[in-house]
T-cell receptor, first 113, second 115 residues
């Protein structure tokens, strides 16, 4: 595609619900990153994929967060049993390689009520 | 651990004037990259400018330039001839050269360009 696409753009979840956020990276991009951006803050790294391999998940805040990229293209970030502190914008970025320019999607704004 | 500090939560500038946004960082690494990203209300992060730490020359991109002071660990962004479309959040970011490419961001500076 022309850019990184994320869906949905907005998601409201009741506390305790599971949610799934989707990221379609730029075709051919090997590297894929997920970030969490709380209100009024800068993005914080969650996890990194190189093709289908999840090489770094050190930023995932709890075991309720799970990410996958099974075929090395589309990625899904899943949050189980959502809590209010999970409310944030979730940004996805992709790049050709580790130190190439990262292109960001428009993010998914998750609100947990 | 690397940290990035942006000490100006908000700034404003008149259209056509020049503004400088500040950023300092802390690292013990010698191989790293620094970035300025723009985030308009659409939320999409857009790369403004990039600087490799090993390069002494300051990066420039049209109206955007940086003042990279490696010893002081300072990386400020200068926007010349400010335009209304420059209104956005600006984030300074650090990338360790030995990493997979994940970015460490500051808290951002909200820039308003006034007509």
């Amino acid at each position: 595609g022309a850019g990184v696409s994320q869906s949905p753009r907005y998601k409201v979840a009741k506390r305790g619900q599971d949610v799934a956020l989707r990221c379609d990276p730029i075709s051919g991009h090997v590297s894929l990153f997920w970030y969490q951006q709380a209100l009024g803050q800068g993005p914080e790294f969650l996890t990194y994929f190189q093709n289908e391999a999840q090489l770094d998940k050190s930023g995932l805040p709890s075991d309720r967060f799970f990410a996958e990229r099974p075929e090395g293209s589309v990625s899904t970030l899943k949050i189980q049993r959502t809590q209010q502190e999970d409310s944030a914008v979730y940004l996805c970025a992709s790049s050709l390689g580790p130190h190439s320019e990262a292109f960001f999607g428009q993010g998914t704004r998750l609100t947990v009520v | 651990a690397q940290t990035v500090t942006q000490s100006q939560p908000e700034m404003s500038v008149q259209e056509a004037e020049t503004v400088t946004l500040s950023c300092t960082y802390d690292t013990s690494e010698s191989n790293y990259y620094l970035f300025w990203y723009k985030q308009p209300p659409s939320r999409q992060m857009i790369l403004v400018i990039r600087q490799e730490a090993y390069k002494q020359q300051n990066a420039t991109e049209n109206r955007f330039s940086v003042n990279f002071q490696k010893a002081a660990k300072s990386f400020s962004l200068k926007i010349s001839d400010s335009q209304l479309g420059d209104t956005a959040m600006y984030f300074c970011a650090f990338m360790y050269g030995g990493s997979q490419g994940n970015l460490i961001f500051g808290k951002g500076t909200k820039l308003s360009v006034k007509p």
